[in-house]
């Protein structure tokens, strides 16, 4: 594409033809449908429900859905709602380690409701972000965003061995050749897709990787089509699935997370205003993608969906493809939406072995903790800034490993001291507030 025609879209109102204006928005779902539903996989696999069940499918079809609805939100637009830009909404990673502990300690119940309020909290932020921001400087984003990668490798490595969680295949199979080798495949084709190819083959690189283990999968006789059989082609939605169950310690530790997810949008808003038409984002837009975004999780929670952000990785098609067009971006949620209502899909996806995933999730597990490093090597490793960091991940990290040494902790608040994410921005925060600067 020629820098005349990257210019002609650099106006986020300007559609392209449809001709084009379909495979680029293809291409944005391709980008991040692997990402987007492996959240909700492992809070269902946290939450005790069955592998392939219909409960973890409906969970999958929600994620897909709002998703869906998510980005509607930010590209349509409505009142203040809304950034106007072409900004992909997705289930995000940063609430994983909260919601896993609460829905293995609490229950579904409670950590949707966490969801639901946690979204609320993150839309009425929309108006005064641009006031707490001082509190969010890289240093504290990056450590966030490095403990979530962190906190996340273990599960992926666990799902690749084949998951303790798996009921399609015997325990004592855990660690052994073949869940590796289908593991490998998802690694070795995604990394040949990403760095071999362009455009939209090397943007789905996990998500054609993760096809290849499950053909791979399929051929050892891992794969279970009996859910796919069983699912209907329509579903309804279900209000409330698990109940109104609320519980402080919960909302409070789904809030700190939605205040840093909210900064990371600031920074995805951004970064797509400069990738896109080479300016900075507005107030407005900043606020706008705010309300988005905590607007779209407090209503996927009312339905059994988790918590939306923006996607980074959709940021860097905008910056790649140079078309700005947020209808482009329209048409990649209206997919999702369409995905999100078709329950064989989401039986498909349930249908997935453990290992499967696994070969994926410790490509995008490790991927998040690279961004967080990414962020963190914005700023001066100064005395000061290493003492927050080293302090800062080794007890959000080491209580995470090391459970037992907050069992006396009451109930939810032990949930959230070994959750890895909450303790280490709680204490990123706390400490580049009070440690002097020299």
């Given at each position: 594409?020629?820098?005349?025609?990257?210019?002609?879209y650099s106006d986020p109102n300007i559609t392209p033809p449809m001709g084009q204006a379909a495979p680029l928005g293809l291409q944005h779902v391709l980008a991040m449908f692997a990402s987007n539903v492996t959240p909700s996989i492992i809070v269902a696999g946290a939450a005790g429900l069955q592998f392939g069940g219909t409960e973890q499918v409906y969970l999958i079809q929600m994620a897909m859905l709002f998703a869906g609805i998510a980005t509607l939100f930010q590209t349509i637009g409505f009142g203040p709602v809304g950034a106007r830009l072409p900004i992909m909404q997705g289930t995000s990673f940063a609430f994983v380690g909260v919601l896993a502990g609460i829905a293995a300690t609490q229950g579904l119940g409670v950590a949707l409701t966490s969801c639901i309020i946690g979204g609320l909290i993150h839309f009425a932020l929309g108006s005064v972000i641009a006031n707490i921001r001082y509190l969010f400087p890289p240093l504290v984003t990056g450590l966030v965003i490095l403990a979530i990668g962190l906190y996340l490798v273990p599960v992926g490595i666990k799902y690749a061995a084949g998951g303790a969680a798996d009921f399609q295949m015997a325990a004592e199979s855990f660690g052994s050749l073949m869940h590796w080798t289908v593991a490998l495949t998802v690694i070795v084709v995604a990394l040949g897709f990403k760095f071999m190819t362009k455009g939209i083959l090397s943007n789905a690189a996990i998500l054609l990787g993760l096809i290849a283990g499950y053909l791979v999968a399929f051929m050892f006789g891992m794969v279970n089509f009996a859910a796919v059989g069983k699912a209907s082609w329509v579903t309804g939605l279900q209000t409330l699935p698990y109940g109104f169950e609320f519980n402080l310690g919960a909302v409070i530790g789904v809030t700190i997370v939605s205040i840093v997810s909210a900064v990371e949008t600031i920074g995805d808003t951004s970064a797509t205003a400069k990738a896109g038409a080479g300016r900075e984002a507005t107030d407005e837009e900043i606020s706008g993608a705010t309300y988005a975004d905590g607007l779209g999780t407090a209503v996927a929670g009312v339905f059994g969906g988790l918590p939306n952000t923006s996607f980074s990785q959709n940021v860097g098609i905008v910056g790649m493809t140079g078309i700005m067009s947020r209808h482009v971006v329209t048409i990649a949620g209206a997919i999702m939406v369409i995905c999100g209502l078709i329950p064989k899909i989401g039986a498909i996806i349930a249908s997935m072995p453990l290992p499967v995933l696994g070969g994926g999730v410790i490509v995008?597990?490790?991927?998040?903790?690279?961004?967080?490093?990414?962020?963190?090597?914005?700023?001066?490793?100064?005395?000061?800034?290493?003492?927050?960091?080293?302090?800062?991940?080794?007890?959000?990290?080491?209580?995470?490993?090391?459970?037992?040494?907050?069992?006396?902790?009451?109930?939810?608040?032990?949930?959230?001291?070994?959750?890895?994410?909450?303790?280490?921005?709680?204490?990123?925060?706390?400490?580049?507030q009070i440690l002097p600067e020299e």
């Open positions: 594409m020629t820098d005349n025609a990257m210019g002609s995008m597990f490790g991927m998040v903790a690279a961004a967080g490093l990414n962020v963190l090597s914005e700023i001066k490793m100064s005395r000061r800034n290493m003492i927050i960091i080293a302090l800062s991940l080794s007890i959000g990290l080491g209580f995470n490993l090391v459970p037992s040494a907050v069992q006396y902790l009451p109930g939810i608040w032990k949930t959230l001291a070994t959750s890895a994410v909450a303790p280490t921005a709680f204490l990123a925060i706390i400490l580049n």
